[in-house]
């Protein structure tokens, strides 16, 4: 194609031959530090997120790490009882709270939500800051809590243990969690609202890609569900700082009571996790299987199924506190129904692989991983379903390795694999394709060397938050610690190599992937208005077509300036 | 090769859970395989640079897979659910002719005390075959009783009961462990329990020096607190009758009936003026505070005697003995764990003291 008049400077940069008066990059809009502390633009936001939570997430690795060492041997030779506690508190809090929680909406979703939409940013970008200061705040406090002496009450913070028997910072950790709850729940209504009012012409509902209907649902919970939270933290700070009788027994209490409010919230939370997760997948094995997603208004009544249902299964908390054999029933069968769902979304995965094209690029790997660690997770959260299991693993490692392989598994791994994805998109710059490769096998690998003999020892009896245990579980453990620095390794890695590509990495095209999204129709980075036109829509999500197939017709479009609109 | 890799069973209930786990595992697996299989041979036959037929789907099939493996799933996962769930109806409640063990947990110990008076720290005695219904609670924090050999979890919490019963089906010593996260020794809050053969057990029973049962330290407590006061047969005071009232339908006043069972003995001893019985005054005072759940326990003990006749070993109305358990918990439970300490009183953690 010649350049005609109506050629697009976008196409232009895609060559390499920036066209005179295109507007210069949200990075290079300012570059002190006050430019980026007061950055209303969502793309710097997302990247204030990804620099905090990346703290966050080596924060409570660390702790996971020397968790892991301790349990090498069944003797207390490490730590003793008490820094153990504190050290598991320490990684519960900070990966689950300002880590998981927080990672790929507060990030990928931050900085993709208006791209993907075709918005200049988000509806309330101010909100959208004083959200990432929010998440500071919180951390700053649970960090303060740590400094003083720390918390062994666990993430969950049971009453009355962490109410009235425990001498630790408590008050001060659940302050800053507390905190941090307002930061999510300014996120999602800034999605929500953002979703419901800025989509470009053209971009209806059932054209939104997966990965903006998975944000929209997760705020749905965000907004729903992290009230509850917050509540229930005033409580436990209302019964520790001022004594009221809220939980405590011995006054009239009920501790049960907290255990229905932390997992009312707790239990969607799960699903806080997973389900911007679920939206990244879908965007990568697509683009990669160059095939349209199989099913894609099943995937997105999924997506919904699941923050709907995953609302009523908080109970399969507590088969084991003695509930009612009626109640117990009707959680249980939840539990099962809101796998259905989750099961669908892996079926279509998998079938969008069929007929496709598919390359092995490093997002990809982490993709496939996902779908695997996922489905194992998934499974074995039919296992915690089943009421007569359920009872006999209920705090062992078999819900930990369950739950790892949900949280960590999955999730981080999805996490990654957006990195990658949309990281040209982000930076401008490529990464070195072989280190991304080696680090999502080594990743893969070492997860399941960690956490898959978890479920053995788990079912054998082995019980969690334990820092000594009984000989007959070493086995277990040592290849569970040695999985764990492989992991260590595996995580280290991409630090390295994604902040060397910063600097030294190829210049990435706007579309390296040749990706159908409308992100990838603006520059690499994005103008701080991201699009030079006004974007519309006309195709269909995920037109993506393997080689011989008929060509593209309709593809979103960004007009050029002064073009047609 | 399994048998590594499974818990020891010792239990009547472990071979079902067993059963669901390994029948669920074989789903599970076949599941995995089908996907990761599905995955691998797409990913090869579908490769970039592969002569593989890429034509589009028609819209039927994939209509058709969607709703074919939808209900598939469904079906599968709601069998799951019958197929646990009917077990788990099954076990719930304890035969009536249970040992009944009353158990307290408290940080870091767990002391269980059998109907017969026999006491133990960090130990369990019973005889392989027959039911034992545990009756648990705690007297600081929430502790979970874990068997895992009898596939068997309860919660211990404060302020209220909980209960859960076994029948083991094999001699043997098995861990007790506590699975709810309860402060510095968790890990430490270890006991066993000892499966013993009747004989054995018989034996074993007699060689323990008898100590009061909770029936008979209930009727010493009846007294010593003042509930004789009012409640005993021939007391001045209108107070109800409490001879026969264990499991009785008792009719409140505003007309509700509720069952005396061991919640509402407790209830009316905590908070008496919340329902009153029918033809008497709300003049109760509240026991709260005043009575430890041990102590509540023993009062239950002693009504329940009342109303069924004795279940335990000796009449009431004997002379009470002494109860005294010799050798000391050093001597009966040596640790499971290397370096855990076993100690009568550990010193308990909290209350936390606040400013």
């Known amino acids: 194609m010649s350049a005609d008049v109506a050629e697009s400077p976008t196409a232009l940069a895609d060559r390499g031959e920036l066209a005179l008066g295109l507007p210069e990059s949200y990075l290079a809009a300012g570059h002190t530090l006050g430019s980026w502390l007061t950055a209303t633009d969502h793309k710097r936001i997302a990247i204030l997120y990804a620099i905090s939570i990346t703290l966050f997430f080596f924060i409570g690795g660390a702790a996971a790490t020397i968790v892991r060492l301790e349990l090498f041997t069944p003797k207390a030779d490490v730590v003793g009882a008490d820094t153990y506690n504190k050290l598991f508190t320490l990684h519960g809090v900070v990966m689950v709270w300002f880590f998981l929680i927080p990672s790929i909406p507060t990030t990928l979703g931050n900085f993709l939500l208006p ?14 800051l004083a959200s990432w200061y929010l998440n500071i705040a919180g951390g700053i406090l649970t960090a303060s809590a740590m400094l003083a002496g720390g918390i062994d009450t666990g993430w969950t913070f049971y009453v009355p243990y962490s109410t009235v028997f425990s001498n630790t910072a408590v008050s001060l950790g659940v302050l800053g969690v507390f905190v941090a709850g307002f930061s999510t729940i300014a996120t999602g209504v800034n999605v929500i609202a953002t979703t419901h009012t800025l989509r470009a012409p053209g971009m209806t509902w059932f054209k939104l890609p997966l990965f903006v209907w998975a944000m929209y649902t997760t705020s749905l919970i965000f907004v729903l569900a992290t009230p509850v939270l917050a509540v229930t933290l005033l409580l436990v700070l209302a019964e520790r700082v001022f004594g009221l009788p809220i939980f405590d027994p011995a006054r009239g209490g009920d501790p049960i009571l907290f255990q229905h409010l932390f997992w009312f919230y707790s239990h969607p939370a799960v699903y806080i996790m997973i389900l911007p997760a679920m939206g990244v997948i879908s965007e990568v094995i697509t683009c990669f299987a160059r095939r349209r997603i199989f099913g894609y208004s099943f995937m997105v009544y999924a997506l919904v199924a699941i923050s709907v249902i995953g609302f009523f299964t908080w109970g399969h908390h507590m088969f084991t506190s003695g509930m009612s054999p009626f109640a117990a029933l009707v959680f249980s069968f939840l539990s099962f129904i809101v796998a259905v769902p989750s099961a669908i979304k892996v079926f279509n995965w998998t079938a969008t692989l069929y007929r496709g094209q598919i390359g092995f690029e490093s997002p990809m790997l982490y993709a496939l991983g996902f779908v695997g660690l996922f489905t194992v997770g998934g499974l074995t959260g039919l296992f915690l379903a089943s009421i007569p299991i359920d009872v006999h693993v209920q705090d062992t490692y078999f819900v930990v390795a369950h739950f790892h392989y949900i949280m960590v598994g999955a999730s981080v791994s999805a996490y990654f694999a957006g990195l990658h994805f949309w990281w040209p998109k982000v930076t401008g710059r490529m990464y070195p394709e072989t280190w991304a490769k080696f680090s999502a096998i080594l990743m893969f690998f070492g997860f399941n060397l960690t956490f898959f003999p978890q479920f053995i020892a788990g079912y ?106 | 090769m399994l048998a590594g890799l499974m818990p020891e069973q010792a239990s009547e ?33 579908f490769r970039r640079g592969s002569k593989a037929n890429r034509d589009a789907l028609p819209n039927l099939v994939s209509r058709e897979f969607e709703i074919g493996w939808t209900a598939a799933t469904l079906f599968v996962f709601v069998f799951i659910f019958w197929w646990a769930a009917s077990a788990e109806i099954r076990a719930f409640v304890a035969p009536k002719d249970a040992i009944e063990v009353h158990v307290v947990a408290k940080q870091w110990m767990w002391k269980t005390q059998s109907a017969n008076g026999v006491r133990e720290i960090n130990e369990l005695h019973v005889p392989v075959g027959a039911p034992v219904r545990l009756i648990l609670t705690s007297q600081d924090v929430i502790h979970a009783f874990y068997v895992p050999a009898f596939r068997l979890k309860r919660d211990a919490l404060p302020g209220q009961q909980t209960e859960a019963w076994f029948k083991a089906t094999k001699t043997g010593t098995f861990h007790l462990l506590c699975t709810e996260y309860c402060g510095t020794d968790h890990a430490r809050m270890l006991g066993r329990i000892v499966v013993m053969e009747p ?61 005396a069972d061991g919640a509402y003995i407790r209830d009316s001893i905590l908070q008496p003026k919340r329902d009153v019985v029918a033809g008497y005054e709300p003049i109760m005072p509240s026991y709260a505070g005043l009575l430890s759940d041990g102590e509540i326990q023993e009062l239950t003990a002693y009504i329940r005697a009342l109303g069924s006749g004795s279940r335990s070993s000796r009449r009431l109305g004997e002379p009470p003995l002494s109860s005294r358990v010799p050798g000391g918990p050093e001597a009966r439970s040596p640790a499971l764990v290397p370096g855990a300490p076993v100690t009568d009183t550990p010193t308990p953690a909290g209350p936390a003291t606040r400013p």
């Open chain 1, 115 to 128: 791209l993907m939409i075709g918005a200049r940013d988000m509806a309330f970008p101010k909100l959208n």
């Open chain 1, 460 to 565: 054998l009896g082995m019980p969690r938050r334990y820092h000594v245990y009984p000989p007959e579980f070493q086995v277990w453990n040592v290849l569970s610690s040695a999985g764990a620095a492989v992991l260590a390794a595996a995580y280290l890695m991409p630090l390295g190599y994604l902040t060397w590509s910063v600097f030294f990495g190829e210049r990435a095209r706007n579309d390296p992937w040749n990706a159908s999204g409308l992100e990838w129709r603006t520059t690499s980075p994005p103008p701080r208005e991201n699009f030079l036109g006004k974007p519309e829509v006309l195709a269909m999500p995920y037109n993506y077509h393997p080689e011989g197939a008929p060509p593209i017709k309709d593809r979103p479009r960004v007009p050029a300036q002064g073009s047609l609109t």
């Open chain 2, 13 to 45: 209930l472990a071979p079902r859970v067993d059963a669901i786990f390994l029948g669920l595992t074989a789903i599970s697996a076949f599941i995995v395989l089908l996907v990761v299989g599905l995955v691998v041979a797409f990913s090869i036959r």
């Open chain 2, 199 to 259: 004989e054995d057990y018989a034996r074993w029973l007699s060689a323990q020096p008898e100590g009061d049962d909770l029936a008979h330290q209930g009727e010493r407590l009846f007294t010593a607190r003042g509930c004789a006061g009012c409640h005993a047969p021939g007391s001045a005071v209108h107070a109800p009758d409490l001879a026969g009232l264990w499991g009785r339908a008792v009719q409140l006043a505003g007309g509700r009936t509720v069952t």
